[in-house]
Protein backbone atom coordinates (compact mmCIF):
# COMPACT_ATOMS: atom_id res chain seq x y z
CA UNK A 1 0.00 0.00 0.00
CA UNK A 2 1.14 3.32 -1.07
CA UNK A 3 -0.03 6.90 0.04
CA UNK A 4 -0.55 9.57 -2.49
CA UNK A 5 -0.31 13.05 -1.73
CA UNK A 6 -1.83 15.13 -4.40
CA UNK A 7 -3.39 18.68 -5.02
CA UNK A 8 -7.53 18.83 -5.41
CA UNK A 9 -8.98 21.65 -6.71
CA UNK A 10 -11.65 23.09 -4.59
CA UNK A 11 -14.52 22.29 -6.50
CA UNK A 12 -13.74 18.77 -6.95
CA UNK A 13 -12.56 18.49 -2.86
CA UNK A 14 -16.19 19.88 -2.18
CA UNK A 15 -17.94 17.19 -4.04
CA UNK A 16 -15.62 14.44 -3.04
CA UNK A 17 -15.87 15.67 0.84
CA UNK A 18 -19.58 15.83 0.38
CA UNK A 19 -19.84 11.89 -1.21
CA UNK A 20 -21.59 13.40 -4.40
CA UNK A 21 -18.14 12.24 -6.50
CA UNK A 22 -16.64 9.07 -5.52
CA UNK A 23 -13.98 8.63 -8.23
CA UNK A 24 -11.16 10.56 -9.20
CA UNK A 25 -9.37 10.74 -13.05
CA UNK A 26 -5.58 11.14 -12.70
CA UNK A 27 -2.80 11.15 -15.13
CA UNK A 28 -0.85 7.28 -14.16
CA UNK A 29 2.41 8.73 -13.48
CA UNK A 30 2.24 7.08 -9.92
CA UNK A 31 1.41 3.42 -10.45
CA UNK A 32 -2.05 3.89 -8.78
CA UNK A 33 -2.90 0.34 -7.02
CA UNK A 34 -6.19 -0.80 -5.33
CA UNK A 35 -5.95 -0.46 -1.71
CA UNK A 36 -3.42 2.81 -1.82
CA UNK A 37 -4.45 5.97 0.07
CA UNK A 38 -5.03 9.05 -1.31
CA UNK A 39 -4.51 12.37 0.61
CA UNK A 40 -6.38 14.97 -1.00
CA UNK A 41 -4.85 18.83 -0.22
CA UNK A 42 -7.55 21.03 -1.27
CA UNK A 43 -6.07 23.57 -4.06
CA UNK A 44 -7.13 27.05 -5.00
CA UNK A 45 -6.15 26.45 -8.77
CA UNK A 46 -6.62 30.17 -9.47
CA UNK A 47 -4.39 31.80 -6.90
CA UNK A 48 -2.03 28.93 -6.78
CA UNK A 49 -2.24 28.15 -3.82
CA UNK A 50 -3.48 25.63 -0.74
CA UNK A 51 -6.45 26.59 1.29
CA UNK A 52 -5.94 25.75 5.07
CA UNK A 53 -8.78 24.47 7.44
CA UNK A 54 -11.51 27.18 8.66
CA UNK A 55 -10.33 29.29 11.45
CA UNK A 56 -6.94 27.83 10.88
CA UNK A 57 -3.96 30.02 9.36
CA UNK A 58 -1.56 27.24 8.80
CA UNK A 59 -2.34 23.56 7.39
CA UNK A 60 -4.11 21.98 4.65
CA UNK A 61 -7.90 21.16 4.07
CA UNK A 62 -7.03 17.03 3.55
CA UNK A 63 -9.40 13.93 2.56
CA UNK A 64 -7.85 10.86 3.07
CA UNK A 65 -9.43 8.20 0.50
CA UNK A 66 -8.99 4.62 0.11
CA UNK A 67 -8.94 3.57 -4.05
CA UNK A 68 -11.32 0.67 -4.70
CA UNK A 69 -11.06 0.52 -8.17
CA UNK A 70 -8.85 1.37 -10.74
CA UNK A 71 -9.92 1.37 -14.62
CA UNK A 72 -7.18 2.81 -16.69
CA UNK A 73 -7.52 4.26 -19.79
CA UNK A 74 -7.08 3.33 -23.28
CA UNK A 75 -10.73 2.03 -24.03
CA UNK A 76 -14.34 3.09 -22.87
CA UNK A 77 -13.43 7.22 -23.56
CA UNK A 78 -10.46 7.17 -21.54
CA UNK A 79 -7.34 7.84 -22.54
CA UNK A 80 -4.45 6.29 -22.68
CA UNK A 81 -2.28 7.15 -20.04
CA UNK A 82 -5.10 8.04 -17.46
CA UNK A 83 -6.62 6.23 -14.64
CA UNK A 84 -10.70 6.48 -13.25
CA UNK A 85 -10.37 5.85 -9.83
CA UNK A 86 -12.49 4.81 -7.59
CA UNK A 87 -12.54 5.95 -3.72
CA UNK A 88 -14.08 4.75 -0.52
CA UNK A 89 -13.46 5.70 2.86
CA UNK A 90 -10.18 4.87 4.86
CA UNK A 91 -10.81 2.67 7.81
Known amino acids: MVEH ?8 FDAIASGEKTFE ?3 DDRGYQKG ?3 VLQKFDHEHQRYVSPPGA ?9 RITYVMTGGR ?3 EAGWV ?3 LGDVQ
Open 36 to 38: DIL
Open 84 to 86: ILG
Open 25 to 27: ARF
Open 76 to 78: FGV
Open 5 to 12: RLKCWCNY
Open 57 to 65: RFGFQELRK
